[in-house]
Nanobody
Framework: VQLVESGGGLVPPGGSLRLSCAGSGFTFSSYYMTWVRQAPGKGLEWVSSIFSDGMSTAYADSVKGRFTISQDNAKSTLYLQMNNLKPEDNAVYYC????????????????????WGQGTQVTVSS
């Protein structure tokens, strides 16, 4: 089983990035898929989730209206389109899969999820 994130990088404030998370070894469409981030020196923060129906979504207030989560079940890939990025979005972004329930309440940790990726760095700086 693997979750592999990509798409991170350095972007100026106001810029955009699209993160991807490719899953393998499990039935991607049966899981709640979540993006979680960790800023330097801080704990894990829930960002967004998409329900196993592939349609219902949820966002943290800090990213609502700027980020969009989606998934392509045919490609077993999760996406996070991030627009109007701000310096406070600086973090390592992880994708995670959970089978029984959507997990977003703190404290979050990798071991609460069934599967966890290695992370991709997003740096917002001029």
């Amino acid at each position: 089983v693997q979750l592999v994130e990509s798409g991170g990088g350095l972007v100026p404030p106001g810029g955009s990035l699209r993160l991807s998370c490719a899953g393998s070894g499990f039935t991607f469409s049966s899981y709640y898929m979540t993006w979680v981030r960790q800023a330097p020196g801080k704990g894990l923060e829930w960002v967004s989730s998409i329900f196993s129906d592939g349609m219902s979504t949820a966002y943290a207030d800090s990213v609502k209206g700027r980020f969009t989560i989606s998934q392509d079940n045919a490609k077993s890939t999760l996406y996070l389109q991030m627009n109007n990025l701000k310096p406070e979005d600086n973090a390592v972004y992880y994708c995670a899969a959970s089978f029984r329930a959507l997990l977003r309440s703190p404290p979050l940790s990798a071991d609460k999820f069934d599967y966890w990726g290695q992370g991709t760095q997003v740096t917002v700086s001029s």
